[in-house]
C-alpha cells in the first residue's frame, strides 16, 4: 500500500477538466444567446474562428512539444479560452482579430509557459490586451444595441462585415455604428467617460439613446444572462464564491463611495456592476483556477484587487472598460498574495502563539 | 582554432553580449523599433568598444589595480562624448531619433565589462578585436531585433534610411505591405520582449541541434545478469 503524499487542497472531486470546461462553457450559452440578440450573429462567428484557431494552434505546439494531442485536445480548455475571446470582442471585428488573438493566446501564453497548469497570465485577458493596445479601433468598434441601431442588420451582414469589412448592402462597420445624425454611437461606458470629460453630468450624459433601464440599453441583460450563468457555476461547485463577490463587492464599494461624494461625476455602483464585461469577468474570467489565487484568503484578496483596479481605470485610465488589465495586473500579483495567505497547517500554532 | 578565430566565435555567437550575457538590454529593447536606429545605436556601440578596449589596453600597465575601475569608466565616459559630438555634427537627424540612447551608452554594461574581463588583461592587438567583435555582435542582433520588429509593427524594411546614410539611401527602403491596422505592438515595448524571447529560444535551440549532432548517443550495452545474487 503507497500513501500518495499530494499538497492541498485534499478534498477529493469527482469532475475532470474537460467536465469543468463543458460545465463552464455550457453556463456561458446565455450570456452568448442575449449578446448575440442584441448585437448581432457576429458573435457565432466570431466563437467558431476563435474555437477552430484554438485547437489548431494548441494541436500544433502539442505535436511540436510531442505530446498526446487527443488527450489534451479533449480536456477543453483550449475550447474556454476562445469562447471567453471571442465574447469579449466585438461582433462585427474583422476576422483576422480573433485570430490573431486566440493563436497568441494558447501558443504563447498557454503553452510556451509550459500548457494548461502553468500560465501565470489568463491567456484570454493576455490576448485581449494585445489586440486592443495593437488595434484600438477595431478593438473598440461595437455596434449599439439592436433597438437603437439605426441601420439594421440581418445574419448575412455578419458574415459580410466580418470577412469583408462591409455588411452586405454595403455599409462599413463605422457607418453601422452610427445614428441618425450620421454621428458614431460609442459603447455607454465609453459615452459616459467621454462626456463626463467634456463637462457633462452623469445625468445629462444618461439622456443618450445608447443608455437604458439602469445601464447600457442591452448590456443590462447580457450581463444579467452571464450572471445567471455564474450562478449557476456556482451550484454545480465549478467555481467558489470568494472571487465573484469580492470582484462585484469591492467594484460596488468603491463606486458606492464615489457615487455618494459626487453622484454628478460618476456612475452609480448598480451602473458599474451592469456594464461592460463586470459580469462575464467576474464569474467567467476572474475565477480561473490556473492563474487566480488559490489560497482562500488569496481569493478575497484577488478578488478586491480586481475590483479596485477596474474602478480606478474605469473612472480615471485611458480605456472604458478594464477587466483584462485588471485580471493581469491582478495575476501578476498571485504569487505574493499566495505567499502571504497560506492557511495554517492542522497542527501548527499560528504565527505569534506561544 | 587559432587565437583570432576564436575571438570571432565569442563575440559573434558563442558568447554574444545580447543573446547570451543579455548585457545592455535597456538600449537592445528602447531602440529597435527600426532597422535604421538599431543599426545607428549598433554601430555607435561598436565603435564605442572598440575605441574603449584599444585605450584600456594600452594604459593596462600604468593603471593601479586599485583605481582601475574608475580609470575605465573616465576612459568610457570620454570615448562616448567624442562619439555622441561627432553625431550630433554629422547625423543630426540620426542623434535627434536615437535621443537620450547615445549618451546611455556609457552604462553599457559591455562597454566596462570587456575593459575589465578582456582589455585589460591582453595586447593592443587582441584587445581592439575583440572591441569589434562583441561589437559587431551586439549590432547584429540590434539589426535582427529592429528588422524584425519594423516588419512585423510598421510593414517596412529600412524606412529613414537616408537619416543615418544619406540622402541617396532613400531607395533602400523596402515597403512590404500596406494594411490598414498596424500592428502596434511590435513597435511598443512589449513586443521587444516577445522577439527578444524568441531569439534567445531560437538561438538555444540552434546550439541545441549542434550539440545532438556532435556528440553522437553513446550505445550503452547492456548485460543480462548471469550470476545470482547470493542471498546472505
Keep these: ?354 | 582554432m587559432n587565437h583570432y578565430q576564436e575571438i570571432i566565435r565569442q563575440g559573434l555567437w558563442k558568447n554574444n553580449p545580447g543573446l547570451v550575457q543579455l548585457l545592455g538590454l535597456c538600449p537592445l529593447l528602447a531602440v529597435t523599433t527600426s532597422l535604421t536606429s538599431a543599426l545607428g545605436l549598433g554601430l555607435a556601440t561598436m565603435l564605442v568598444l572598440l575605441s574603449t578596449n584599444t585605450v584600456v589596453s594600452l594604459i593596462r600597465n600604468y593603471v593601479p589595480n586599485e583605481i582601475r575601475i574608475p580609470v575605465f569608466v573616465m576612459v568610457i565616459a570620454s570615448v562616448v562624448t567624442v562619439i555622441e559630438l561627432l553625431m550630433h555634427a554629422f547625423m543630426y537627424n540620426l542623434y535627434q531619433a536615437l535621443g537620450i540612447f547615445i549618451p546611455l551608452i556609457v552604462t553599457n554594461c559591455i562597454v566596462i565589462g570587456r575593459a575589465e574581463a578582456y582589455a585589460s588583461k591582453n595586447a593592443v592587438l587582441p584587445a581592439a578585436f575583440d572591441g569589434l567583435m562583441m561589437g559587431t555582435g551586439f549590432a547584429l542582433v540590434l539589426c535582427t531585433l529592429g528588422a524584425v520588429r519594423e516588419v512585423i509593427g510598421a510593414g517596412t524594411l529600412f524606412a529613414g534610411a537616408d537619416l543615418l546614410l544619406g540622402d541617396w539611401a532613400t531607395v533602400l527602403t523596402i515597403h512590404l505591405y500596406q494594411a490598414d491596422h498596424q500592428f502596434l505592438l511590435a513597435i511598443l515595448p512589449p513586443g521587444a520582449f516577445l522577439v527578444m524571447g524568441f531569439l534567445i529560444a531560437g538561438k538555444n535551440a540552434i546550439d541545441a541541434r549542434a550539440a545532438a549532432k556532435a556528440k553522437p548517443v553513446e550505445q550503452k550495452i547492456s548485460r543480462a545478469r548471469v550470476t545470482q545474487v547470493s542471498a546472505q
Design chain 1, 1 to 354: 500500500m503507497s500513501f500518495k503524499i499530494a499538497s492541498s487542497p485534499h478534498q477529493h472531486s469527482q469532475k475532470t477538466t474537460a467536465q469543468l470546461m463543458k460545465l463552464v462553457a455550457l453556463a456561458a450559452i446565455p450570456g452568448i444567446a442575449v449578446q448575440a440578440y442584441f448585437f448581432g450573429y457576429g458573435v457565432f462567428i466570431q466563437l467558431l474562428l476563435a474555437i477552430l484557431t484554438a485547437w489548431c494552434s494548441e494541436a500544433a505546439v502539442l505535436a511540436l512539444r510531442s505530446k498526446k494531442i487527443k488527450v489534451k485536445l479533449l480536456d477543453h480548455s483550449a475550447l474556454v479560452t476562445a469562447l471567453l475571446l471571442a465574447v469579449a470582442i466585438p461582433s462585427y471585428a474583422p476576422w483576422w482579430l480573433v485570430v490573431i488573438g486566440t493563436a497568441f493566446a494558447i501558443i504563447v501564453v498557454k503553452q510556451l509557459y509550459g500548457g494548461l497548469g502553468n500560465n501565470l497570465f489568463n491567456p484570454a485577458m493576455a490576448a485581449y490586451v494585445l489586440l486592443l493596445v495593437s488595434f484600438p479601433l477595431p478593438m473598440t468598434s461595437w455596434l449599439p444595441a439592436s433597438p437603437v441601431q439605426h441601420i439594421p442588420v440581418g445574419p448575412l451582414d455578419a458574415v459580410c462585415a466580418i470577412f469583408t469589412d462591409f455588411s452586405c448592402s454595403g455599409y462599413s462597420v463605422s457607418q453601422l455604428r452610427q445614428d441618425a445624425d450620421g454621428i458614431s454611437m460609442a459603447t455607454p461606458l465609453d459615452t459616459l467617460k467621454t462626456d463626463l470629460s467634456q463637462g457633462y453630468t452623469t445625468a445629462e450624459s444618461m439622456k443618450k439613446p445608447v443608455f437604458g433601464w439602469l445601464s447600457g440599453e442591452g448590456w443590462f441583460w447580457v450581463n444579467l444572462a452571464y450572471l445567471l450563468g455564474g450562478l449557476f457555476l456556482l451550484q454545480q461547485k465549478v467555481i467558489q464564491w470568494r472571487i465573484p463577490v469580492a470582484v462585484l463587492g469591492s467594484l460596488f464599494a468603491c463606486s458606492l463611495l464615489a457615487w455618494l461624494i459626487s453622484p454628478d461625476t460618476n456612475a452609480s455602483p448598480l451602473f458599474q456592476l451592469f456594464s461592460g464585461a463586470t459580469m462575464l469577468a467576474a464569474f467567467f474570467i476572474a475565477t480561473d483556477p490556473v492563474s487566480a489565487s488559490t489560497t482562500e484568503k488569496g481569493r478575497l484578496v484577488f478578488g478586491a484587487l480586481i475590483g479596485v483596479l477596474v474602478f480606478v481605470i474605469r473612472s480615471y485610465g485611458g480605456y472604458p472598460d478594464a477587466f483584462a488589465f485588471a485580471v493581469m495586473l491582478a495575476n501578476m500579483a498571485v504569487p505574493l498574495i499566495d505567499y502571504y495567505t497560506q492557511p495554517r497547517t492542522y497542527g501548527h500554532k499560528p504565527k505569534g502563539a506561544r
